[in-house]
T-cell receptor, first 110, second 112 residues
Framework: DAKTTQPPSMDCAEGRAANLPCNHSTISGNEYVYWYRQIHSQGPQYIIHGLKNNETNEMASLIITEDRKSSTLILPHATLRDTAVYYC???????????FGAGTTVTVRA | EPEVTQTPSHQVTQMGQEVILRCVPISNHLYFYWYRQILGQKVEFLVSFYNNEISEKSEIFDDQFSVERPDGSNFTLKIRSTKLEDSAMYFCASLTGSYGYTFGSGTRLTVV
């Protein structure tokens, strides 16, 4: 069972920031938040992960609330190529299996 | 950037036939996985493989399925007697023990 809740879809204007929310209210202390995306039936692609601190890499930023019950993935300047299904996944660092939910379908519009 | 390579990209097979899906994981990775995605549905875990043995498998992975790492590079998924409901995208993935999986681009299996 997925331990996260995400909105089913959202639109974003090209060039604007896309903020993707995720609720994980039952997260436990040793569980990380991971984000993956899947572009049109390709294999899922790793984006970023975090435990409790905010994280940033070349693809995105991850903001985790202080109580760790929710997080937001930020795509700073969305492009048309960012149109994809985005998955927020909670897992422990030693449980390598990924449990995918339905994700958020993000459509970036010109 | 290192890639996970899957072949074939598309396989059509008759019901009841055996199929072998092939994957070449990233060379220094230690953990190997198969996932599948039926059209329009979620990505589902099938099996994980570490140290030349299955470390975990899902309920989907029944005795019709098997995995092998016959040499140092290939990782295969075999379905012994395919059913219509096995039609799906099958994704191979590998992991080095750090953070993120690398998935292959998938094999679309169509059972007719």
């Amino acid at each position: 069972d997925a331990k996260t809740t995400q909105p089913p879809s959202m639109d974003c204007a090209e060039g604007r920031a896309a903020n993707l929310p995720c609720n994980h209210s039952t997260i436990s202390g040793n569980e990380y938040v991971y984000w993956y995306r899947q572009i049109h039936s390709q294999g899922p692609q790793y984006i970023i992960h975090g435990l409790k601190n905010n994280e940033t890499n070349e693809m995105a930023s991850l903001i985790i609330t202080e109580d760790r019950k929710s997080s937001t993935l930020i795509l700073p300047h969305a492009t048309l190529r960012d149109t994809a299904v985005y998955y927020c996944i909670v897992r422990t660092f030693n449980d390598y299996k990924l449990s995918f939910g339905a994700g958020t379908t993000v459509t970036v519009r010109a | 950037e290192p890639e996970v390579t899957q072949t074939p990209s598309h396989q059509v097979t008759q019901m009841g036939q055996e199929v072998i899906l092939r994957c070449v994981p990233i060379s220094n990775h230690l953990y190997f996985y198969w996932y599948r995605q039926i059209l329009g549905q979620k990505v589902e875990f099938l099996v994980s493989f570490y140290n030349n043995e299955i470390s975990e498998k899902s309920e989907i992975f029944d005795d019709q399925f098997s995995v092998e790492r016959p040499d140092g590079s290939n990782f295969t998924l075999k379905i012994r007697s395919t059913k219509l409901e096995d039609s799906a995208m099958y994704f191979c993935a590998s992991l080095t023990g750090s953070y993120g999986y690398t998935f292959g681009s998938g094999t679309r299996l169509t059972v007719v």
